[in-house]
């Protein structure tokens, strides 16, 4: 066909745009690899400060599991909104707004004084989330040829995995010198920055012509996740009514979604995606493994500083090293995938993830320092590899067309999965915890029976990786 007879949107959407100098691609770069950096930041710099959170809005340690969960659940709920958006409003305007509403989230984050104030607070901050790194990444692909592609996501995506790694450190060292407040305050400044970079590097994408958007689907789609979360809380806390009576409505709304979204040409999930085999794989793998993998990172914080005594500040460098082998691995992923394949790798990773969250149930006041710090180091560089192995396998059998959806439907299932692991991780440690009577030496033994079923659910996850093709990824 010729070229000059496609339509605009088309041609945007296939080919990079031409007009950008070098400096205005470069200045596109540090714009989106900041909003990487400040969004992945945000997602592991509360976990060190949650016990100091807890004890300034007055709830229990485990109750700011809902501050963690509101954020993760935001994303999954509001991801497939964002390329619409962007399409029909431009790149520009919606990166804008992305940040405007991630920084005011973040404000209303520090100044909250009750676990609620702070929940609805998380929430805003997820949905200025949900639409950095996505039309961030579709900026990139519109402005670069597919030859400076592989650099450019590169040089943008590395300062989101510096994120992680200074995360925990940040966290402890504000909440113990400073004040857990400031962890939601660091991010004012660089919103300010965002903002004037966004007017000055951000360029204006959109759609010639535009798709409608499946808003009854939205609607349907996101009240299910919400109530289905919903009814987990209730569950952590041992109200098994209310459970049940928020739990079946949702699931029924996602039942009705699932069946309408079969019969409409453009639904905000595509769940016709799950009939190819390995994205489905993909999918499930990501649920599946999540559950039990999820919830770690949080409760062992818990362990750290209310069962052992740990400063904020310890506990975040003893975590440190998890962040820092997960960095480093990322560079040998896909070696590792190439040389062993995608059903190999996931099963015995999988086994291996299961077998070091058994553990951390060794974990106690006579575990030395440097022990810790070898079993998260190691944990973290497992976990770099599962993320990075199961979220590719998806993408294995996509067609081009599909590949958009199956991003958006991808990240959706990760932060609905991390929400999921993480309720479930405290309904585990709720209910052992209990059992005991000593505030220290419960949340120490909770916590080794938590990790006993998580590496167990973990272990058996790995089964769902035996229908992947063996020649896959070598």
């Not at 041992?238 to 453009?266: E, N, Q």
Request: net charge positive.
């Amino acid at each position: 066909m010729d070229p000059s007879r496609t339509p605009p949107a088309a041609r945007l959407a296939d080919e990079h745009d031409a007009t950008l100098s070098a400096s205005a691609k470069r200045r596109l770069l540090w714009l989106i690899a900041s909003a990487f950096f400040m969004q992945m930041l945000d997602s592991t710099i509360v976990n060190t400060a949650a016990p100091s959170m807890a004890s300034a809005l007055d709830v229990t340690p485990l109750s700011i599991k809902n501050a963690l969960i509101s954020y993760t659940l935001s994303l999954a709920v509001f991801i497939p909104l964002s390329a619409w958006l962007a399409d029909r409003f431009g790149t520009r305007r919606v990166f804008a707004t992305a940040v405007t509403i991630f920084s005011v989230g973040s404000l209303a984050c520090g100044l909250a004084t009750t676990l609620p104030m702070l929940v609805v607070a998380r929430i805003v901050q997820g949905f200025g989330g949900a639409m950095l790194i996505p039309v961030g990444r579709l900026a990139i692909l519109r402005s670069f040829s597919k030859a400076e592609m592989v650099g450019a996501l590169a040089f943008a995506t590395i300062p989101g995995l510096i994120g992680p790694t200074i995360g925990p450190f940040l966290g402890g060292a504000l909440s113990t010198y400073l004040s857990w407040r400031m962890i939601f305050f660091v991010n004012l400044p660089l919103g300010i920055a965002g903002l004037w970079m966004t007017q000055h590097a951000m360029p204006d994408y959109r759609a010639m012509v535009h798709t409608p958007f499946d808003v009854a689907g939205f609607l349907l789609l996101g009240t299910g996740i919400g109530a289905l979360s919903w009814a987990l809380e209730q569950a952590s806390d041992a109200r098994y009514a209310p459970m049940l009576a928020i739990g079946l409505p949702a699931l029924a709304l996602l039942v009705i979604y699932a069946r309408r979204s079969l019969r409409i040409a453009h639904p905000v999930v595509d769940l016709r995606l799950l009939r190819i085999e390995s994205f489905r794989i993909g999918i499930n793998g990501n649920l599946s493994t999540r559950l039990g993998m999820s919830g770690v990172y949080f409760l062992l914080t818990l362990l750290l500083q209310v069962g052992l005594g740990y400063s904020p500040l310890m506990a975040g460098l003893l975590q440190t090293p998890q962040a820092v082998s997960m960095f480093a691995t990322r560079f040998f992923v896909a070696w590792i995938i190439r040389y062993f394949g995608f059903r190999r790798v996931l099963i015995v990773n999988t086994i291996l993830a299961g077998i070091m969250i058994l553990s951390f149930a060794m974990i106690d006041a006579h575990t030395p320092i440097w022990c810790v710090c070898a079993q998260v180091f190691v944990y973290g560089a497992i976990m770099s590899i599962q993320y990075a192995a199961v979220n590719t396998l998806g993408f294995v059998d996509l067609t081009a067309d599909q590949a958009s959806m199956g991003a958006s439907m991808t990240s959706t299932a990760q932060y609905l999965s991390i929400s999921i692991g993480v309720a479930f991780g405290t309904l585990l440690m709720g209910a052992f915890l209990h059992l005991g009577r000593d505030e220290g030496a419960a949340y120490i033994n909770a916590f080794h029976a938590t990790m006993l079923v998580l590496g167990a659910v973990t272990i058996l996850s790995a089964f769902v990786f035996h229908r992947v093709p063996r020649a896959a990824g070598t």
